[in-house]
């Protein structure tokens, strides 16, 4: 591997890294300042340091002003919708130990994006693809259960009730949403270099941000959380995806994307430690159980680009 194509291919780990320590600053950002607000001001900042890149480095303009309005319309709502509910979410669940569930089952994501290329893109999918998702699935219901999870008499109740199953809902229904947003994507935008992401995050502060008006949030600002709040937008949400295309470009994709695909394993271990959780059984049986799930439903695909 040359030097230079090594060089991107660590960009590509730093950016799972910074991936995975996400959900725990989307956890304290939502709590003590609110999820519409910090949604708001995390999507403006990052936004606007996308698009001055693109002002500076003159790249893709043109192809943005062609975009078609459906595209706009339509994948601007799931951009929108997904990062609400990955915000509000957070805000809703209690404990620690149940934001490493709810990033779990926010990491479902790339399995609804396969799960999603049949009706949008035409892929064709197995029937062993049934068997990808049970597995997935299996891995959620092993951590969300932990000790309990041969407890039988109490498996139904543990499952479905609780003041944290909302925000797994949302947390859900989030996921779904990157699903949706990536292939639809990938149907308008096709290969364009640019496909106005920078934008979508402008349009998603404003929106989240007229709402938080009207909402009743916290608000604690401090030195660390407006830290935190830089670091969410200037990091993970510029910073990273700019690492994340030089790496697919440049780096050896297939060594970057494999590892990709084990970051629910790698977001629920970083989680675990920065809330200090512990890191336990049945978290890491429950990841590496949606990591299978997800591999075993790529290989399920009879066409897929």
């Given at each position: 591997m040359r030097s230079d194509s090594k060089k991107y291919t660590l960009l590509g780990f730093l950016t799972i890294l910074i991936w995975g320590t996400s959900a725990v600053f989307t956890r304290n950002l939502s709590t003590n300042i609110g999820a519409y607000t910090s949604a708001a001001l995390v999507n403006l900042i990052g936004g606007a340091v996308v698009l001055v890149n693109q002002l500076m480095r003159r790249e893709g303009l043109e192809e943005v002003r062609q975009l078609s309005y459906k595209c706009w319309f339509i994948c601007g709502f799931f951009f929108v919708l997904y990062t609400a509910l990955s915000y509000i979410s957070m805000g809703m669940v209690e404990s620690d130990e149940a934001v490493v569930t709810l990033v779990l089952i926010r990491f479902l994501w790339p399995l609804f994006t396969l799960i999603?290329?049949?009706?949008?893109?035409?892929?064709?999918?197995?029937?062993?693809?049934?068997?990808?998702?049970?597995?997935?699935?299996?891995?959620?219901?092993?951590?969300?259960?932990?000790?309990?999870?041969?407890?039988?008499?109490?498996?139904?109740?543990?499952?479905?009730?609780?003041?944290?199953?909302?925000?797994?809902?949302?947390?859900?229904?989030?996921?779904?949403?990157?699903?949706?947003?990536?292939?639809?994507?990938?149907?308008?935008?096709?290969?364009?270099?640019?496909?106005?992401?920078?934008?979508?995050?402008?349009?998603?502060?404003?929106?989240?941000?007229?709402?938080?008006?009207?909402?009743?949030?916290?608000?604690?600002?401090?030195?660390?959380?407006?830290?935190?709040?830089?670091?969410?937008?200037?990091?993970?949400?510029?910073?990273?995806?700019?690492?994340?295309?030089?790496?697919?470009?440049?780096?050896?994709?297939?060594?970057?994307?494999?590892?990709?695909?084990?970051?629910?394993?790698?977001?629920?271990?970083?989680?675990?430690?920065?809330?200090?959780v512990g890191i336990t059984i049945p978290i890491l049986v429950g990841s590496v159980l949606v990591v299978v799930g997800t591999l075993w439903s790529k290989t399920c695909f009879k066409v897929f680009e």
């Open positions: 999603f290329t049949i009706p949008i893109l035409g892929a064709k999918a197995s029937l062993w693809l049934v068997g990808g998702v049970g597995v997935s699935m299996a891995g959620i219901v092993v951590v969300k259960l932990g000790e309990n999870l041969f407890d039988f008499s109490s498996f139904a109740q543990n499952l479905f009730t609780g003041s944290d199953i909302p925000g797994y809902v949302l947390g859900f229904l989030s996921a779904v949403s990157w699903g949706l947003y990536t292939n639809l994507i990938k149907k308008y935008v096709g290969t364009r270099k640019v496909d106005g992401v920078g934008i979508y995050m402008i349009l998603t502060g404003i929106v989240l941000g007229g709402i938080a008006l009207f909402a009743d949030e916290p608000r604690q600002f401090s030195a660390s959380l407006l830290g935190q709040i830089l670091y969410a937008g200037v990091v993970v949400g510029s910073v990273a995806n700019t690492f994340w295309g030089l790496a697919i470009k440049k780096g050896n994709m297939l060594l970057v994307v494999l590892v990709s695909n084990f970051l629910p394993i790698i977001s629920s271990i970083i989680t675990s430690c920065m809330l200090g």
